[in-house]
């Protein structure tokens, strides 16, 4: 499925709400926030001087990610989060699509001041690296419209199937976990299928080559609503906060909550998830390095 075939798409309604991506392409206004931009670390040096630099997803994953009408400029809540930080903190913005694989060492060594590719807080995670969470995230499963699955709460529904997954992310980590209840049991263990690529995972459904897509549920429900070629089965057993990532110690992960808790009382956070029909994700204030999911 080509980005621009996206793009052009017009109006798509999710989670009850109507999602207009021709007026999503022009960028929420954004107020400069005193209070924030006094708590950038004095020491930090940003990558560019009087700039953000920020990983997005490089894939395309509506309504989190994807590429505006033009096939250039990237669009979704991710890069409008990003836009939202970087105005409150008074910078210019960059963003730079980014495979899933690559952000910690992106983060790690400098290349990026903070990386937005949904990725949620773990124990794990928050040894190497600072957050500032934006969003509650779930997880769903999700099957061919003509897929004879109806309904997946447990390992055991999965037995035997093949299922598409990141390499390195929570709902892999989920999977194998059940795989592990399912040998326990005596039952066959789902097949994990790593895909990188959302056209990819769409061919594999409707294809027969993959069974289930567990991913982010944003984006299953705007897969359904879009194509009606999908539905969603089913949810994951838990739930994680998505956060802004820094390095570990800069400090900057306090100027970065400070704009998101400013966005939130000036409605201008609510403005961002609910044009991309993310209400149901919305924080009430942002934390720095809550507990995070465990397994």
């Given at each position: 499925?080509?980005?621009?075939?996206?793009?052009?798409?017009?109006?798509?309604?999710?989670?009850?709400?109507?999602?207009?991506?021709?007026?999503?392409?022009?960028?929420?206004?954004?107020?400069?926030?005193?209070?924030?931009?006094?708590?950038?670390?004095?020491?930090?040096k940003f990558v560019e001087?009087?700039?953000?630099?920020?990983?997005?997803?490089?894939?395309?994953?509506?309504?989190?990610?994807?590429?505006?009408?033009?096939?250039?400029?990237?669009?979704?809540?991710?890069?409008?989060?990003?836009?939202?930080?970087?105005?409150?903190?008074?910078?210019?913005?960059?963003?730079?699509?980014?495979?899933?694989?690559?952000?910690?060492?992106?983060?790690?060594?400098?290349?990026?001041?903070?990386?937005?590719?949904?990725?949620?807080?773990?124990?794990?995670?928050?040894?190497?690296?600072?957050?500032?969470?934006?969003?509650?995230?779930?997880?769903?499963?999700?099957?061919?419209?003509?897929?004879?699955?109806?309904?997946?709460?447990?390992?055991?529904?999965?037995?035997?199937?093949?299922?598409?997954?990141?390499?390195?992310?929570?709902?892999?980590?989920?999977?194998?976990?059940?795989?592990?209840?399912?040998?326990?049991?005596?039952?066959?263990?789902?097949?994990?299928?790593?895909?990188?690529?959302?056209?990819?995972?769409?061919?594999?459904?409707?294809?027969?080559?993959?069974?289930?897509?567990?991913?982010?549920?944003?984006?299953?429900?705007?897969?359904?609503?879009?194509?009606?070629?999908?539905?969603?089965?089913?949810?994951?057993?838990?739930?994680?906060?998505?956060?802004?990532?820094?390095?570990?110690?800069?400090?900057?992960?306090?100027?970065?909550?400070?704009?998101?808790?400013?966005?939130i009382q000036r409605g201008?956070?609510?403005?961002?998830?609910?044009?991309?029909?993310?209400?149901?994700e919305g924080v009430e204030?942002?934390?720095?390095?809550?507990?995070?999911?465990?397994?």
């Amino acid at each position: 499925m080509k980005y621009g075939f996206l793009a052009l798409l017009g109006v798509v309604s999710v989670s009850h709400a109507s999602i207009d991506l021709h007026a999503n392409e022009q960028p929420l206004p954004v107020t400069a926030d005193r209070a924030a931009i006094a708590k950038i670390p004095q020491g930090y040096k940003f990558v560019e001087p009087g700039t953000l630099t920020v990983a997005i997803s490089a894939l395309n994953s509506p309504p989190l990610a994807l590429l505006a009408s033009d096939n250039r400029t990237r669009i979704g809540s991710d890069p409008d989060i990003a836009r939202l930080l970087a105005g409150s903190l008074g910078l210019k913005l960059k963003l730079v699509p980014t495979a899933w694989e690559d952000w910690p060492l992106g983060i790690s060594s400098g290349r990026y001041d903070v990386a937005l590719v949904n990725i949620a807080v773990t124990e794990q995670r928050k040894e190497k690296f600072d957050f500032a969470t934006y969003r509650v995230d779930s997880l769903a499963f999700s099957v061919k419209s003509t897929s004879d699955v109806q309904s997946i709460k447990g390992a055991e529904d999965l037995s035997g199937k093949k299922v598409i997954v990141g390499s390195g992310t929570n709902q892999e980590r989920i999977l194998l976990g059940w795989n592990e209840e399912n040998k326990k049991a005596g039952r066959e263990p789902a097949l994990p299928v790593y895909l990188t690529d959302d056209a990819s995972g769409n061919l594999y459904l409707q294809s027969g080559r993959a069974d289930v897509f567990f991913g982010p549920q944003s984006v299953s429900a705007y897969k359904e609503a879009l194509t009606g070629k999908t539905r969603v089965v089913g949810l994951g057993p838990k739930k994680a906060y998505v956060a802004t990532t820094t390095k570990k110690g800069n400090e900057l992960v306090y100027a970065l909550q400070a704009a998101l808790d400013g966005a939130i009382q000036r409605g201008e956070y609510q403005n961002v998830l609910a044009r991309w029909g993310e209400q149901g994700e919305g924080v009430e204030r942002s934390e720095v390095n809550p507990p995070g999911i465990t397994y």
